[in-house]
């Protein structure tokens, strides 16, 4: 029994000296709590590159386009605003414009309704006294003003026909040469006066003439209508409603355009020839005046 009990204790020692040499606990935790940690580094390391090089740059990106998109609308909202008030300015104008031609006309229409106070067709000397030589004068029935030097007008007025705030018409015809036209609110001697040339061209000019010399006059408007038919020999009336500081012209019965002006507040009314470059006769019928 004892030589068994040895054998046994024999071949428990040899099993125990052939099994593997067992690792201390504490080394085994250690391992696991590293492995851990460099699990955890490699995670936030992952995270902090994909943040980097993924996440905030597109963050960043979306920033900036919604940045550059709220500029944008803003941009686009002053503009739809400045192009609302341009749009509302020009078309207030407009309908300004068309108010204002409106008006005028319409006082045309109504005065030219009436009867004037002064109807005169310019076929002989009459009471109101127009002038006569020097180029003013009446032939086969009608009064013609004639300029032959250049760079010049000449004045042919009513001497007996002073007004205020009246209107004012005639009918003309340029036979040659340049232009012809109105004078209102002249002095005795046309030293002052304001003058409405019209050219066979078509275009127009407003003046407001002062001094003896006759070449002395300042350009108030001047312009193309499309209402004056053009050529010599072609009739056209002309018209003016003079009142207070404020002169309407108009042409064919059209109205065309209008200027302020307070350096004559009345005078003489007469026509006129002007000779740009060329000698210049112009015939003229019909003289109509409203007192208003």
Partial sequence: MEIEDGNQHRVRNIQDSIQPPRQPRNNYKKLRIIAALALLLIISASGFVTYNTVYRPYALHLQQ???AQTRIGRMLSVHATRAAIIGATATAEVAATATTQAVHQSTY???AHTTPILDDNLRNPDSYN???GAGCSFVKATYTATV???GFFLPCLAKHATFSNFAYQVDMKILQGDAGGLIVRADATNTQSYLFVVDQDGTYSIYYYSGSSKQRAKTLK???SSSIVNGAGQENRLGVIASGTSLDFYINSKYITSV???HRSSG???VLANNYTNTTAVRYSRVEVWKL
Avoid: A, M, P
């Fill in 65 to 67: 386009t919604t940045l």
């Fill in 109 to 111: 229409n109504l005065i």
């Fill in 130 to 132: 127009w002038d006569t």
């Fill in 148 to 150: 032959t030097q250049k």
């Fill in 222 to 224: 001047d312009g193309y």
């Fill in 260 to 262: 302020l002006d307070e």
């Fill in 268 to 270: 003489l009314i007469g």
